[in-house]
């Protein structure tokens, strides 16, 4: 997983008449923002909608000409399918999201679904897993293993802005002697509350990022390192922007909320 920062510019008015005012102590303790509320209200049905861009697979930049008809939507739905055998078991409730995207092929042009797995800690409160796959890292590091699907911790609650956590973090043995170890960790924070506009709506929310590092012989320093999703949450209404960073064999895409069913 991949990330952007966007910059914030104070403007500050200083009147030279100004009376003298009592500087704030180096020594306070900062006060820091804690992230709270529900970022994902999981609830069966509960739906949102977007445009955006499908985003290069090498470049990772935004296809441009896509924005004329990429849409998507995310549906909570149950039952939901089982969960494979080969999952590690992680407590909590279980969510299935369903992923449609519109895709105008020539001759069947339409939504087409796939879907993804959460996990919360509780039915209404706690920390989010969602599953994903390591086939990929597996694959680049010569890795000879079969459970590719993998719980990473994506919404931590009641986080604070600017402190990261480790989403995942495990070390494997590779097939190649030339690479010797393995080692995939990927950690989120939420950097900054900012206000920003999707289809012409002004809307402050946090944004997360998650950064995808790979470590090779047991090195202290990432052979390589990036941003593999930037994700705008608003708590109580979910995700509002969604850019979920291409890898070099798939395309990513730029998500930008349109409307919701909750």
Known sequence: MKYRFFPLIILAAVSLLAVPSCKK???????????TGDLYPLATG???MFNGFLRDAVTDINITSTASFYLARMTLISPFPPLPSSVAPLAGTTFFIQDSSFVPLPTTPG?????FYVKRSSATSGDIHFLTNAGRFYRQTGIARTDSLKWILLLKENAFIGESWVAFDSTYTSASPAVGTARLKVDAVFEIKESITVNGQTIEAYKLVATRSVYLGGSSTPATQG??????????KGIVKFIYNSDGETPGFERNFVDRNF
Not at 25 to 35: A, C, M
Not at 111 to 115: D, T
Not at 228 to 236: M, N, Q
């Open 111 to 115: 939504w087409y679904s796939s879907g």
């Open 25 to 35: 102590s180096s020594t306070e303790p900062e006060t820091k923002v804690q992230v």
């Open 227 to 236: 941003a593999t999703a930037s994700i705008w949450v608003v708590p109580g």
């Open 46 to 48: 509960n739906k949102i």
